[in-house]
């Protein structure tokens, strides 16, 4: 398949009272035409501001320090307010968190599906209306033709979340970044949104990029799987793979600290500690003040991110040859 | 963010904190030093002061700044710095006195709103609202027309005009302190009633009626003194910034002086308050540091 | 083994605009000595105000609560002061559960305060050792809320919970508002304090995988009532009401075999409104099985099994 994103060491630090904040401290990756990208993490992980930077949508203290993101053929970095602000909602939409918060409560939900595509005048404001009922109809909103000029305030959330995906496509985008999309939905709500989520990767071919903390999710939902620990990628690798050998110490923790709906009493093993702080990073491998493998070579030298199967990337001292040997 | 919490034998506390925030705001700390040196001038008014406020020198009547008289002197020749210190430490008394009359008021009033909710707080807040919306110097003009142009009483005016707001806030924080979690955490611990308002409601009001307080005080002393220059102040011969501004607009072309000194401090006066105002309100809230 | 807690018909309704919201509508349940109950359910289905009205922070309308044998319904103010040291909470917020002007010394030292229990010394001594079982280091007992992480303070929590030695504790959602990796370190401490402690938990939550973990028995709450209530094993394996199969089925599973899901099984359309709710059953709106009967009759709440409760008319 053909790349549609390529970032290559991208740092984005913000200023803060204490310090510098290291938030994205040097990653790499791809994305591919089609492609579910899944971005594990937890909070302070830098999961969302490594995809927000890429559209220049990070907070004022906050800054692009050094890397280029190459978005077919254009480095987003690089392209003036102008020109980014052509491709946002265009070629790359979002969905955020919090479908509550993201709409705006006085404006008809048909109007801001129509908006996107009127500001980039990809068809006209006949054709775009046609569109907006079209998308509602699409993302399952009962009584489309006439909800679609109703108020937020008259949806219930995951119908919101609805409305915030029908926007996301209204522009047939190449890239949908959905930043924990279903976090803030019911359980029986989120098991919707996620199916609304598979149809319209089928039906739009578009890539996305899942930001999410909740990697049983990712590992069914994603292509492919990139787990972020204190800015840096710890592990990025098809899932298939991933699911038969995750590498990291950091992803094996993730997976045996997450309950499953299936798991025996007295079967858990939580990652021990916090997350570190990120103006003062630990030296060497960032993880292991909380790795139970740690070794020397580990608290002293950063370890090198690099590829130890096709297309599987780790950085660990103590993965060789494709095999974690502790 | 996430800060991770480096491992320290002595935390900080709120207030620690909030005096860390407040020094980085340099005009708040110039604000505080300026406010620290006139209050301690004002205290010692009659020791500093070359000349008693109301001795008048009719040989030396406009006369322009001297090393006699430093800032010069009026139409009946009264030393204009001695006016100016008498004038500074009436318009403090009245700033801070009149926020202490808010400040009761305003706490018992908005507390008993918020703790008893319900009829009571209806009333409270009707009130409050009707003193809100009343034109507050006109309420002024008739309450020391009522009671009298005495220091006192001017003091008392402000706060009785003044004190709505503190007791809408005060009421808005009673009613969000009193079902918050941590203090739903204490009731769950059987803590009395008594106990909680002590230990958990009252220092968490601190913070914004300090601030409310803060801008307050510049309010009651630019009231004072527009009482003063309609001349419904403190009575002449005692000096005010208002009646001395009052005065020397007549003479402005002729002698600035007598304009320029007022003026200026009354003004570096109130700057100084509402930047130290403006500096405890983003030390005060510890969501500010980003 | 004898029991701690029984609840009994339980009812508050909270007026709305001249109508009634049946926050919770007739519970019943009970709970052994160390014993833990798991209460799942999605918001607005009255779990944490069930959880508040069991220790009266809520006041319920009706219904008995018998706490080691005494209705705390019929305690007056001191009387049920004193019986607050046996039962206590822990929120989902941790910084908001906590004093932000209080270190977490003084936090976790409160109880002991409010109730008066030893000397100053005393009452160190015994913060430290708190401090210790929660896993938090000693040299922090003068450090403020705020300065903590989530899981930090979660764990302050715990402890201020602990303090007072309680043989029962209402855990209100505790780690819903964590990161993966902390909420598996409180869900183990949680765990280990029940088993060496024998505290009883009544454990909210809407994670049925952090349910199955810690609890004994079950109970799945709808709309302000239970609708299903069975031991742990008997509901996972064997869940009867199709609300509880449709919870089931919606969660996401670790496919540690290769399995991937890409769709889930999803209950159509969204909890309605608790407010003026139709006669009849009230997950009708929902239920892909429902008959006339589900929507002119409520059904009863019987036992099915032994141990096993569910109300449906389908069952």
């Known amino acids: 398949m053909a790349e549609l994103l390529r970032v290559n060491n991208l740092k984005t630090y913000f200023d803060r009272y204490d310090g510098v904040v290291k938030a994205v401290d040097g990653i790499s990756y791809k994305l591919d035409y089609g492609e579910t990208l899944a971005i594990v993490g937890e909070s302070g992980s830098g999961k969302t501001v490594s995809v927000l930077s890429l559209l220049r949508l990070i907070k004022r203290n906050g800054r692009v320090v050094d890397g280029e993101a190459i978005f077919e053929g254009k480095d987003l970095l690089k392209l003036s307010k102008e020109e980014i602000r052509q491709i946002r909602g265009k070629d790359i939409s979002i969905v955020f968190q919090d479908p509550m918060t993201s709409l705006n409560p006085i404006m008809r939900v048909g109007m801001q599906i129509m908006e996107p595509i009127l500001w980039h005048r990809v068809m006209s404001d006949k054709e775009a209306r046609d569109r907006a009922v079209e998308l509602l109809r699409l993302v399952g909103i009962p009584e489309y033709k006439t909800r679609v000029w109703d108020y937020p305030f008259q949806f219930s959330g995951g119908m919101r979340q609805r409305v915030m995906i029908a926007i996301a496509l209204a522009c047939n985008p190449k890239l949908v970044i959905a930043d924990e999309p279903t976090t803030a939905l019911d359980v029986t709500v989120r098991a919707q949104i996620l199916n609304l989520l598979s149809d319209m990767k089928e039906e739009f071919k578009t890539s996305v990029i899942l930001i999410t903390h909740d990697i049983t999710l990712a590992m069914n939902f994603a292509d492919t799987i990139m787990v972020m620990y204190a800015g840096k990628i710890a592990e990025y690798s098809p899932v298939e793979r991933f699911i038969r050998n995750p590498l990291h110490p950091y992803s094996q923790g993730l997976i045996s600290s997450t309950l499953d709906i299936k798991a025996k009493e007295g079967s858990l093993r939580p990652i021990p500690g916090n997350p570190p702080s990120l103006v003062s990073p630990p030296s060497g491998c960032r993880f292991h003040p909380r790795c139970v493998y740690a070794q020397d070579i580990c608290r002293e030298q950063e370890p090198e991110y690099k590829e130890v199967e096709d297309g599987h990337y780790v950085a660990c001292h103590l993965v060789k040859g494709g095999k974690f040997n502790a | 963010m996430e800060v991770a919490l480096k491992q320290r034998r002595r935390g900080t506390s709120y207030w620690a904190a909030a005096w860390r925030r407040f020094k980085k705001n340099k005009m708040a700390v110039a604000g505080l030093i300026y406010i620290i040196i006139i209050i301690i001038i004002s205290i010692f008014t009659p020791w500093i002061a070359p000349y008693p406020y109301d001795e008048p020198h009719y040989a030396h009547t406009f006369e322009k700044p001297s090393a006699r008289f430093w800032w010069g002197t009026d139409d009946l020749g009264r030393d204009m710095f001695s006016r100016n210190l008498y004038a500074m430490r009436n318009a403090l008394l009245i700033g801070f006195g009149s926020q202490i009359v808010v400040l009761i008021i305003g706490v018992i009033i908005g507390s008993i709103a918020g703790f008893r909710g319900g009829r009571i707080d209806t009333i409270l807040m009707r009130i409050t609202d009707i003193m809100y919306a009343f034109p507050t110097f006109l309420f002024n003009v008739i309450l020391v027309t009522v009671m009298g142009r005495g220091l006192f009483t001017i003091l008392v005016a402000v706060g009785l005009t003044g004190w709505a707001g503190m007791a809408r806030l005060v009421r808005g924080m009673v009613m969000y302190l009193k079902n918050a979690e941590f203090v739903e955490a204490a009731r769950a611990l059987g803590a009395k009633e008594g106990y909680i308002i002590r230990k958990y409601i009252l220092p968490n009001m601190l913070g914004p009626i300090i601030v409310s307080l803060a801008f307050g005080i510049p309010n009651g002393i630019w009231i004072e003194s527009g009482l003063a220059l309609i001349g419904m102040g403190v009575r002449p011969p005692m000096p005010s910034w208002g009646n001395m501004i009052g005065a020397g607009v007549a003479y402005i072309m002729a002698f600035p002086h007598m304009v320029i000194f007022p003026v200026l401090t009354f003004a570096l006066t109130l700057l100084a308050f509402t930047y130290v105002g403006d500096g405890l309100r983003d030390a005060l809230n510890p969501r500010s540091e980003v | ?315």
């Open chain 3, 1 to 315: 083994m004898p029991e701690l807690l029984v609840v009994k018909n339980l009812k508050k309704y909270f007026p709305v605009r001249k109508k009634l919201l049946k926050a919770v509508d007739n519970v019943s349940f009970s709970i052994e000595q160390g014993e833990t109950l798991g209460l799942v359910g999605e918001s607005g289905s009255g779990k944490s105000t069930l959880g508040r009205c069991v220790l009266r922070l809520i006041e319920p309308d009706s219904g008995e609560i018998i706490f080691d044998g005494v209705d705390l319904r019929k305690l007056k103010g001191e009387e049920l002061r004193q019986r607050r040291r046996f039962m206590q909470i822990i929120f989902q917020d941790p910084l908001a559960s906590l004093n932000p002007m209080m270190t977490i010394g003084q936090n976790i030292e409160d109880p002991l305060v409010i109730h008066n229990i030893g000397t100053k010394e005393e009452r160190r001594r015994a913060v430290e050792e708190l401090l210790e079982i929660v896993g938090l280091g000693r040299d922090l007992i003068d450090a403020f809320p705020h300065e903590f992480s989530g899981g930090q303070q979660q764990r302050v929590g715990i402890a201020r919970a602990l303090a007072l030695n309680p043989k029962f504790i209402v855990a209100d959602e505790p780690v819903s508002s964590l990161d993966v990796s902390i909420q598996a370190q409180i869900v183990s401490l949680l765990y280990e304090l029940k088993i060496r402690f024998k505290i009883s938990y009544l454990f909210i939550s809407h994670d049925l995988a952090v349910v199955r973990y810690l609890s004994d028995k079950v109970a799945v709450m709808y709309l302000g009532a239970i609708v299903e209530y069975a031991p742990k094993e008997e509901l996972y394996e064997n869940p009867l009401h199709p609300y509880t199969r449709a919870l089931l089925a919606s969660v996401p599973k670790m496919p540690k075999d290769g399995e991937r899901q890409k769709r889930f099984l999803a209950l159509k359309g969204e909890v309605p409104s608790p407010i003026d709710l139709p006669p009849g059953c009230r997950f009708q709106s929902r239920c892909e099985y429902v008959m006339d009967v589900c929507r002119k009759q409520e059904p009863a709440f019987r036992e099915v099994s032994p141990g096993h409760f569910v109300a449906c008319h389908l069952v």
